[in-house]
């Protein structure tokens, strides 16, 4: 989760190319996600509850700062149930991503999570009746198309990239649960402040992902040192210092940047499955993919 950025004119004069390579380090930290869940010797809900475990120190140190910063801290009062589904939907976002890990590739899983910001337009329209430009509607459907090209091969049976239309339709539903996080926390941020949703929603998000492998009968602690060392990665490098630090670098380096925050860590994840595990990109992954990211450049700009 990520604060609202403020422009260079709200923070004092910062080397801006100091805040780009923090942005970006941020956003690379987000993007290896993927790869720890591989190594993780644990079910997909269980590797979220870990990660979301390894993750509270650092945030309740965020939430204690941000008070400490501001001199005042909102209660949150009236935030509770917002805040209870943020941590609900992001529960159920990185059990299907996880999930979807195991069943696709890497690359598509990233890829088709960034169908995201497609739920959060359809949502705000549907929801906060906020109508979509032409230029946004052009952008959605783009990322459908986009999303056809890497799910239709394997509707048909000629896919050639590896990974099953189970996985990719866990990675969709895994977007859309996100686009419900987001949704809510932008509600539940009118009320309370970003630290004190982060830490609450990603404590109800442990909860969730724990119900659910019990329920699931996972393997829930990991099995070898590379399984603890996965796990922490999730919750100290992915999670803690990805999301920490890009809420650093916006705000200094301004809103504009998360465009590129949107899109960097699908490349850096296709990136790192094609070196680590050979998962190479098929030409359908390739247009596919590029596509889903303009078409998330185009809704951020819209």
């Not at 004092?12 to 720890?36: C, E, K, N, V, Y």
């Not at 079910?43 to 001199?71: D, I, K």
């Not at 992902?209 to 040192?225: H, R």
């Not at 994840?269 to 247009?287: D, G, R």
Request: aromatic share 8%; net charge positive; hydrophobic share 55%.
């Amino acid at each position: 989760m990520s604060a609202p950025g403020l422009s260079l004119s709200d923070r004092p004069a910062s080397p801006a190319f100091a805040m780009f390579l923090i942005l970006m380090l941020g956003a690379t930290s987000i993007g290896f996600s993927g790869i720890f869940v591989r190594f993780a010797d644990v079910g997909p809900a269980a590797a979220g509850f870990w990660r979301m475990v390894f993750a509270l120190p650092v945030l309740a140190a965020w939430m204690a700062l941000e008070g400490r910063r501001t001199g005042t801290a909102r209660s949150g009062s009236g935030a509770l149930w917002p805040i209870a589904i943020a941590g609900v939907a992001f529960g159920v976002d990185v059990t299907l991503y996880n999930g979807a890990l195991l069943h696709t590739t890497i690359a598509n899983a990233s890829l088709l999570g960034n169908l995201a910001p497609v739920g959060v337009i359809l949502g705000g329209w549907l929801i906060f009746g906020e109508r979509p430009t032409l230029r946004i509607l052009g952008a959605l459907l783009l990322a459908l198309g986009g999303a056809g090209m890497l799910v239709l091969p394997k509707l048909s049976g000629t896919s050639a990239a590896g990974g099953s239309l189970l996985g990719d339709t866990l990675a969709v539903g895994a977007a859309f649960s996100y686009a419900a996080y987001i949704l809510a926390v932008r509600r539940a941020r009118n009320r309370a402040d970003a630290g004190r949703i982060g830490l609450i929603s990603t404590a109800i998000c442990a909860i969730v992902c724990l119900a659910t492998a019990f329920v699931l009968g996972e393997t829930i602690l990991p099995q070898s040192l590379t399984g603890w060392l996965a796990v922490a990665a999730l919750g100290l490098i992915a999670h803690a210092m990805g999301q920490g630090l890009i809420t650093l670098a916006l705000g200094h380096y301004g809103a504009n940047a998360t465009s590129l925050v949107m899109v960097w860590p699908s490349l850096v994840s296709v990136l790192a499955a094609w070196a680590i595990f050979a998962e190479q990109p098929s030409p359908a992954q390739a247009f596919g993919g590029v596509a889903i990211l303009a078409a998330v450049l185009m809704v951020r700009k819209g």
